[in-house]
Each structure stands twice: as structure tokens, then as C-alpha cells.
């Protein structure tokens, strides 16, 4: 048994290392470059310009990551599809199930991050170029007795949009970050993410979750209608528990990849989009004394 496996897996994997060399995978485009020029003229308040270029550099490799993941879970969809059921299972918990879940989480994780680095950049571009600009943020403690406020998504956006809102761009900006992790995302990927979060998250490629809900609403009743007819009518003030067959389908692996492919997109233009925003923050502070 362990000798056909070893055979399966090792066969399989060649396969793959073929694909990866000579396939034509997607993302297409070149990895992110780790260079942003300007920081270093600039002059600014302590620490600040380390700050920027560590973050700067950490949601590049995030990025950079999730682009290696892609071709690779593209070559291993490539070669899986040949194989039946039972072989096609074996490979994907084996080699593919762990990176296209890291795929399917990093919408997610990549809006937010993008939405905390821009926040901290362009806050230590405003301490210096905003005058009068105070060193807080919505959140901060205002005295001992506080403690931080932690932000949903939706109020550390606002806050963003706020931070940035002197400059031109910021509304294009703000746009393009709120179509990552959108609500069709979600549905096409079953909201993976938040599932697995919360509860129980779709299979990939085979098997089906949550075959029996749990659900309460409104209660309903039976009411006789002036003609007679009896028509389902909601009951004032009163809630029940139902259970019922449910099931979430298994994601499709090509589907999947599809629209994952699409997000890694629209957050590589995002991304694009903050180093636009940042060059134009970078513009209006004040040049490093060496710099001049």
C-alpha cells in the first residue's frame, strides 16, 4: 500500500515539476519589485522612514507569495485532472490543499493589510508634511485610564479614507481597495474564509460540509384567508428553530482558481495604486538636509 502511494506521489510530482517549468501559468506578470524610490530623500519625524520601507517590503513578499501560489496550485490542477477520484484526492491533500487554502484566505488578509500599511505610511507622511497634523489615530487611547479601541474593517476604511482625503487620488484609491474581498468573491468561493473562521468551510475538490442547519426566524402559521384559500402568515412576536438538509458544495478547483487569480489582480492594483498615493505624500514632505 505505501510502496503504490510513494509510486503515486513521486510520479505525480515530476509531473508537477515538468508543468512548473515549461506550463503556461498564471499570474503571467513579473513579481513585485522591492524598490520605492523618495523615501530615503525625504526627511522625517524618528523612525518613520523605517517604518515605511519595512511595511513597504512585507505586504510585497505577502503579495509575491500568493503569486507563487497561484502558478503552483495551476500546475497542480493541471496535472491532478488526469487522474481519477481516488488518486485525484490522495494528491490534492498531499500537495495542493494547503496553498489553495493560503489562496483563498489572502483576499482577505491582503485588504487589511493594505489598509494598515497605507494608514501608518501616510500618517507618518502627514506628521510631516501636515502642519499642525497631531501624532494620533481613531483608536489610540486619549489618556491612562483608556484602553485602545480595536476597529472593525469597515471603521479602519473609514478612518483611511479620512487620513487621505487631502490628496486627489485618495477616492480611486479607497475604490480599488473596497473590490478586494468583495461580495462576489465570496459567493463564488462559498465565503471560505469566514466559514472556516466560524464554523465549517467548503471541501475542496470533493465532499460536502454542513449537511444538516440549524436555522431561527420568525414563526409562521397556517391562516384562513377571506376567500377560504389558507396562506402561510408570519405569527407576531414569536421565533422558532427549525433544522433542515442543507450542504455546502465542494469548490470547484478551477473555478476557484479563476476567481482567486482575479482578486490577487485587483489587490496588484491596489498596491500599485498606494505606491501612487505614497509618491504624492512623499512629494509634499519637507527633503532630508542631505538630500537638498
Known sequence: MNIARNNLLRIAFDAYLLQLDEGELEPAENYLPYDFDGIDSCQWQALGDQMVKDELREITNNLNHWHGSLRRWQAWNTIIQAYGTDDAWELRREFLEARAHHCLLAPSSIRDTLTFVATNSMHQVRLMASKGYRDHLEGDPENP???????????????????????????????????????????????????????????????????????????????????????????LGKMSVSYGLGGTEPLDMEKAHAANLDQYRRARKCFNKYCGLLAVGLASMPLRQSAK
Do not use: C
Open 145 to 235: 485610564s483608556e484602553k485602545p479601541k480595536h476597529l472593525t474593517r469597515r471603521q479602519k476604511e473609514k478612518r483611511l479614507a479620512n487620513l487621505i482625503s487631502i490628496w486627489p487620488d485618495a477616492p480611486e484609491f479607497m475604490a480599488s481597495l473596497r473590490k478586494i474581498d468583495d461580495e462576489a468573491y465570496r459567493n463564488v468561493t462559498s465565503d471560505y474564509r469566514n466559514q472556516n473562521t466560524h464554523s465549517i468551510g467548503p471541501r475542496l475538490g470533493i465532499g460536502i460540509t454542513r449537511t444538516v442547519v440549524r436555522s431561527v426566524k420568525q414563526a409562521t402559521m397556517m391562516s384562513k384567508q377571506p376567500d377560504g384559500k389558507y396562506m402561510l402568515t408570519p405569527v
